[in-house]
């Protein structure tokens, strides 16, 4: 009887569970593509964690808090790993619709890749679009990046500065003797006598037109 009632059970979830059923998904993973040398094989016990934590999704649902590892139903597995699943209904003999088994698994795709060391590429739901990846956390904070940017323009601009102001003041050290030299001789007039130009007689050197000097004053006393 129990023999009788457990093949019973195996052909309806056969006829649930198959390709193309309905609300069946395919999935495919790549776990040698992944993972390389450090590769796992595909065995029972990682059918089981799928299926564990398909059923742990689903009971995130609304309204489907009683699902169990014994709703999901695994078939058509092969050693490329490939498969179908259906979630069936624990109440009635029919799988959960699509629409419910699609919104839980984009919900935790994250928890399902991490469980299999896997991500959207290598662990493919054929059916149900990847959702993008959680924002990583960078190792350095953005304010400090904005703010070494801001406080090398600020150095570069003052460095600028000072060099701008010391070419200025040697300019200036070497204009000033050439403007003494100009004002030097802008100083000393020149006059103009009969249409031609004289030399002012200078106050502190005074020269003596001997033809000029009377005879007692060329002689020096004794």
Known sequence: ????????????????????????????L????????????WDTNEEYL???????SMRKVPNREATEISHVLLCNVTQRVSFWFVVTDPSKNHTLPAVEVQSAIRMNRNRINNAFLLNDQTLEFLKIPATLAPPT????????????VVFCIVIVAITLLILSGIRQRRRKSKGLPEVEDAEDKC?????????????PLDTKEVHLNEAFVPEGERLTPL
């Open 50 to 56: 799928f299926r564990a934590m398909v059923a742990f």
């Open 30 to 41: 790549s776990i040698k593509t992944a993972l390389g040398d450090q590769s796992y094989t």
């Open 137 to 148: 956390d960078s190792a350095v904070p953005v304010w400090i990046i904005i703010f070494g």
């Open 1 to 28: 009887m129990l023999w009788l009632l457990f093949l019973l059970v195996t052909t309806s979830h056969a006829e649930l569970c198959k390709p193309d059923a309905e609300n069946a998904f395919k999935v495919r």
């Open 187 to 199: 100083e000393t007039p020149i006059t103009v006598e009969n249409g031609i130009p004289c030399d």
